[in-house]
């Protein structure tokens, strides 16, 4: 059963427009969310990150909205550059004890940044 | 500043062999590790997590291990690699500190044949 869903497998932008990324989840019990940035053979970035008391933060060109009575947050870039292209995951975290926490990944989302 | 290091960053190995994947953070002290696996087409799944020296929790069953020999050094092994083994292996850490952001490392790419 997948907790986190990023039905969105790939996304083609306009430079300068904005890219909005989406991302579901089930669980009731994540606290914490977070979008990570991944270029092919890299480790993931992480990027920007919101906590469940909050519906919306705000980095830069990077905002991250979160709606929790429908269990659903975007990220949203503007404006969007070609540096920008890479593939978006979002995760959420629960606390699993001992001062640790587990994060559950969605399977990611392609943006493709044109010039 | 905190850095993560892992090697090797590529991995040829044939079935059956055995395999041993280090993870070391340099600029903090007592971390939380973690061992991730991105298989094609998929998303990060949690492998192991540590809070401390010769603390593992397994997520998966599989035929890996981990250890934690050093405060800041995590290794992941197997006895015998099977081709579905084959991915790209991530280590993360977090301070520890009850903060939930996870910082990754470069990762090891690693082809079963």
């Known amino acids: 059963d997948q907790q986190v869903k990023q039905n969105s497998p790939s996304l083609s932008v306009q430079e300068g427009r904005i890219s909005i990324l989406n991302c579901d989840y089930t669980?009731?019990?994540?606290?914490?969310f977070l979008w990570y940035k991944k270029y092919p053979a890299e480790g993931p970035t992480f990027l920007i990150s919101?906590?469940?008391?909050?519906d919306k933060n705000e980095d830069g060109r990077f905002t991250v909205f979160l709606n929790k009575s429908a269990k659903h947050l975007s990220l949203h870039i503007v404006p969007s550059q070609p540096g920008d292209s890479a593939v978006y995951f979002c995760?959420?975290?629960?606390?699993?004890?001992?001062?640790?926490?587990?994060?559950?990944f969605g399977k990611g989302t392609k943006l493709s940044v044109i010039p | 500043s905190q850095t993560i290091h892992q090697w090797p960053a590529t991995l040829v190995q044939p079935v059956g062999s055995p395999l041993s994947l280090e993870c070391t953070v340099e600029?903090?002290?007592?971390?939380?590790l973690y061992w991730y696996r991105q298989a094609a087409g998929r998303g990060l799944q949690l492998l192991f997590y540590?809070?401390?020296?010769?603390?593992i929790s397994s997520e998966v069953p599989q035929n890996l291990s981990a250890s934690r020999p050093q405060d800041r050094q995590f290794i992941l092994s197997s006895k015998k690699l099977l081709l579905s083994d084959s991915g790209f292996y991530l280590c993360?850490?977090?301070?520890?500190?009850?903060?939930?952001?996870?910082?990754f490392g470069p990762g090891t790419r690693l082809l079963v044949l």
């Open positions: 993360a850490w977090d301070s520890g500190l009850h903060e939930e952001t996870q910082y």
């Open positions: 669980n009731s019990m994540f606290d914490y």
């Open positions: 919101i906590s469940s008391i909050k």
């Open positions: 995760a959420a975290s629960v606390n699993s004890g001992a001062g640790s926490y587990q994060l559950t």
């Open positions: 600029g903090t002290s007592n971390p939380n």
């Open positions: 540590s809070v401390g020296i010769g603390q």
